[in-house]
């Protein structure tokens, strides 16, 4: 996600390549950043990061970002900006690892990698207008954008964030369907893919509700009434909304309880 980030920003002219710098533990990844971005910095360390940097996106995953928090603590100052895209790590918790309320939340999605993603941002109460406006800059440039609050996160989560995981399924499905009826396996993966995005562009550029959208291809005692009946039999819908449902049920798990801070007399 991080070299998706940077591939948007650089692409967009939100900076220049120079102006980016990275810290990557991993040698191979690293490695594959300098050739992706040659004139960027990569830092030996997060504490080297965060000593040259203001503005820090913490592009790691949930399970490690508190212990990497304990080291990072000390070497955030009012002067950082940071921006978690840690699934289901809620702003409180945030604050109390990194003693700072300067701190966004973005969940982002993987098609950020082809600059189609959609990102959902709830900003701290230390978060100014600069921040705002920089922090939107940086995520159009992969994508679309909405601002929602610290706990609707979990529910972009469930909708944006785990979604691209329904629809390659779905485009699986459609594809073994096409097989199964008779296509080659290449002409059918190539026809449910172009039909999803499609789909989806129609919606985008018409503003049309989707429900309307599909009554208009559905034809009396036609082929697609057909399908829509077989797959409303499967619970199809309903299956779709139960898995949203898992998902942000799942990312409030991850959250946890937020500890009340230490106050002394």
Sequence with gaps: MATAIAKGVVHSE?????AIAFYEPNADQASKIQRLYPGAFLASSANELFDRCH????????????GISMGLAPHTTPHHHLISIAAGIPLAKLTQWFRTERITR??????????????????????????????????RSVGTVVHVTDDQLHAVTGVSGSGPAYVLMMIEAMSDGGVASGLSREVALQLATQTVLGAAAMVQQTQVHPAILREQVTSPAGTTIEALKTLEDGAFR??????V???TRRSRELAGPVRKAETSE
Excluded: Y
């Design 14 to 18: 939100v900076a220049t390549a120079q």
């Design 55 to 66: 503005r820090l996106i913490l592009a790691v995953k949930p399970q490690v970002l508190e």
């Design 106 to 139: 973005v969940m982002p999605n993987t098609p950020c990698q082809c600059l189609q993603g959609a990102s959902g941002i709830a900003h701290g109460a230390g978060v100014g207008q600069e921040d705002r406006e920089w922090t939107d800059r940086v995520f």
């Design 238 to 243: 309903g299956t779709v909304i139960a898995a």
């Design 245 to 247: 449902l898992a998902a």
